[in-house]
Nanobody, 127 residues
């Protein structure tokens, strides 16, 4: 079993930055695909960024150039650095993990492809 705990959400003004963290416990190994999804009110949960076992990060077009995903394998923790935040980034952010080798936003992975989820952390960006 894998347990994910997020932290780092909050409220910022447009143009500001936040860093989300997700710490995993349980049976984690290098083949895990990890990443972040978000869900705004009235919308579906969309993939934001994923990182594969080799540290390759992929991103949704809406966040490319502004968000960076990274991981610290020694700490079983991965991060989402969000810069130049926009009001449309406002959403509940969820970290997710799954044991899979094909890992990337470019693979078209969605929420049904991930079995482990954090509890969510709110990000609110005001204009």
């Amino acid at each position: 079993q894998v347990h994910l705990v997020e932290s780092g959400g909050g409220s910022v003004q447009a143009g500001g930055s936040l860093r989300l963290s997700c710490t995993a416990s349980g049976y984690i190994y290098s083949a895990f695909c990890m990443g972040w999804f978000r869900q705004a009110p009235g919308k579906g949960r969309e993939g934001v960024a994923l990182i594969d076992r080799n540290g390759r990060g992929t991103y949704a077009d809406s966040v490319k150039g502004r968000f960076t995903i990274s991981k610290d394998s020694a700490k079983n923790t991965f991060y989402l650095q969000m810069n130049n935040l926009l009001p449309e980034d406002t959403a509940m952010y969820y970290c997710a993990a799954e044991s899979r080798l094909d890992c990337g936003i470019d693979y078209g992975l969605g929420m049904t492809d991930f079995g482990y989820w954090g509890q969510g952390t709110q990000v609110t960006v005001s204009s």
